[in-house]
Structures are given as C-alpha cells and as structure tokens.
C-alpha cells in the first residue's frame, strides 16, 4: 500500500508507512479512496498554549481578525485539529505574545506557504 504525505510535501506518495513522522504531530486519516492519508495537525500541548495565549489576548474573531484568518481556522488551531501555515504561525506568536520556545515549537510544526509548495514541486519535476 502506497501512502500520501499531506502537509509538508503533499505531493510526495511513499510506498510504506512514514514512521519517522510518528512522533511530530502527524496524524494518520482513512481516506475513501483506501489510500492512507497523513494530515499535519498540532500536539495537544502546544494546541493547549495556544489557547491560553487566545483567551488572554482576546477573542477569537478579535484575534482572527489581527491574524488574517478566520476566527474558525483560529477554533481549529488551539484545539489542535490543524496546522498553520509559515506565514500564520509567525503573525500568531506576534499577536498572541508566545513565548520564545512555543514560537519556535510552532515554527517548526508549521507547513510551508503554498508559493513554498509550489516551489519545490517545480524543482522535483524539473520545471525551474
């Protein structure tokens, strides 16, 4: 069985289970299609620093809003069901005042933009 890699490289299939990606906050997800799926969501820990920063900061639509997000994207990030982006991650260590360790932690766990995506899937097809 073949498995998909969503998140960082999402256009990357493997041909066995990417246990290396076990204990980063990688979730595995049944997919219709029997196709296993790997969807890059946040550690309970983090997601729980998270949402004390938000409850502290604000409301979720005040801080949304000052993200440029949607105060929904925001509900699903300190619950830990997804994962920001670069760019999302680094105006919410800003706004959310995080810590040095919570926003590199978060940094590291984010996945790349989609112009970053984009990049490197030009260059592994020998496109640039």
Known sequence: M???VVGPTPWRTVPAEPSHLRDTGVVLEAEATAETVWRRTLPEVLARRLAE???????????????GITHGYLHQLT????????????????????????????????????????????RDQGLT
């Not at 920063?53 to 993200?67: D, L, N």
């Not at 830990?80 to 919570?102: F, I, Y």
């Open 79 to 122: 619950r830990g069901v997804r994962c920001p982006s670069r760019s999302v991650a680094v105006a919410m260590a800003a706004e959310l005042h995080l810590d040095e360790e919570t926003s590199q932690w978060l940094l590291r766990l984010a996945v790349p933009d989609r112009e970053e995506r984009e990049m490197v899937w030009r």
């Open 53 to 67: 920063a938000r409850r502290a900061s604000g409301s979720f639509r005040t801080i949304a809003q000052r993200v």
């Open 2 to 4: 073949a498995y998909r």
